[in-house]
T-cell receptor, first 113, second 112 residues
Framework: GQQLNQSPQSMFIQEGEDVSMNCTSS?????WLWYKQDPGEGPVLLIA?????ELTSNGRLTAQFGITRKDSFLNISASIPSDVGIYFC?????????????FGKGMKLTVNP | EPEVTQTPSHQVTQMGQEVILRCVPI?????FYWYRQILGQKVEFLVS????????KSEIFDDQFSVERPDGSNFTLKIRSTKLEDSAMYFC??????????FGPGTRLTVL
């Protein structure tokens, strides 16, 4: 089945630093979504991307939908302690009219104050 | 801001028992989903539901699972005879069909 490769798996950074993470796929997606999950809670949507090449910002977060439609990245600038959590990418393909999201394995972010 | 709600937050059950997990999707959404997340792993798709019927299901969603929209607001996931490996967080999500799916806080299911 479709799989997303998300990297890195974890990052330890100092408060104020920037962080980047990305997802790649062997198949084409027509939607990329980035979610953040805190322990014991559900994924919270951060950014949604719908068009190849699209670059979208949400505060200190910036995400891009790769031109090939097989990748996406998320940047967090000037990190703060509340950025701690697990960040997931998710992609959706319209193959066969599918609505399901395929998730990456997540990146655990630790921010040292 | 409207949100997806789920009850209970934690369900403990004995192996072989039936459980029903409940969700109230965002009110103007038409597409409903269940996902699960085994501890420490990624979120996995179970089933999507639209227009009162299942539109897609994964290989995980076998005959032991069923979904229902019993009224205009609730969306339920039933596991008929729970197994140890069903222990996981179960997330409900909903969307308008434009691909942005909003997730609930989850139900932690523990099967003993």
């Amino acid at each position: 089945g479709q799989q997303l490769n998300q990297s890195p798996q974890s990052m330890f950074i100092q408060e104020g630093e920037d962080v980047s993470m990305n997802c790649t796929s062997s198949s084409i997606f027509n939607t990329w979504l980035w979610y953040k999950q805190d322990p014991g809670e559900g994924p919270v949507l951060l950014i949604a991307l719908y068009k190849a090449g699209e670059l979208t910002s949400n505060g200190r977060l910036t995400a891009q939908f790769g031109i090939t439609r097989k990748d996406s990245f998320l940047n967090i600038s000037a990190s703060i302690p509340s950025d701690v959590g697990i960040y997931f990418c998710a992609g959706r393909s319209t193959q066969g009219g599918s609505e399901k999201l395929v998730f990456g394995k997540g990146m655990k972010l630790t921010v040292n104050p | 801001e409207p949100e997806v709600t789920q009850t209970p937050s934690h369900q403990v059950t004995q192996m072989g028992q039936e459980v029903i997990l409940r969700c109230v999707p965002i009110s103007n959404h038409l597409y409903f989903y269940w996902y699960r997340q085994i501890l420490g792993q990624k979120v996995e798709f179970l089933v999507s539901f639209y227009n009162n019927e299942i539109s897609e299901k994964s290989e995980i969603f076998d005959d032991q699972f069923s979904v229902e929209r019993p009224d205009g607001s609730n969306f339920t996931l039933k596991i008929r005879s729970t197994k140890l490996e069903d222990s996981a967080m179960y997330f409900c999500a909903s969307s308008t069909g434009l691909s942005t799916q909003y997730f609930g806080p989850g139900t932690r299911l523990t099967v003993l």
